[in-house]
């Protein structure tokens, strides 16, 4: 505990996981923990996983006529 404050009670609660007799409460505080620590890394992969595979990017220069018929298509 003078190292790492809290981690006994970290450690017990960790082996109550592995014994299986835990209560409900650990098993949540586990669960959410996990996913917070996870989250912010599934939140980047599912982006780029997004942004690689299921987004067109069409570049356009404003001198080239396709840009004005894409600009009077928007605004209509």
Not at 4 to 24: D, E, K, R, V
Not at 34 to 43: I, M, P, Q, R, S
């Amino acid at each position: 505990n003078v190292f790492f404050p809290g981690l006994t009670n970290i450690s017990t609660t960790l082996q109550q996981l592995q014994a299986s007799n835990s209560n409900s409460y650990n098993r949540i505080l586990c669960i959410c923990g996990l996913a917070v620590f996870f989250g912010k890394y599934t939140k980047n992969f599912f982006k780029i996983l997004v942004a690689t595979y299921f987004v067109l990017k069409v570049y356009i220069s404003y001198s080239n006529k396709v840009y004005d018929i894409l600009v009077a298509w928007v605004s209509s």
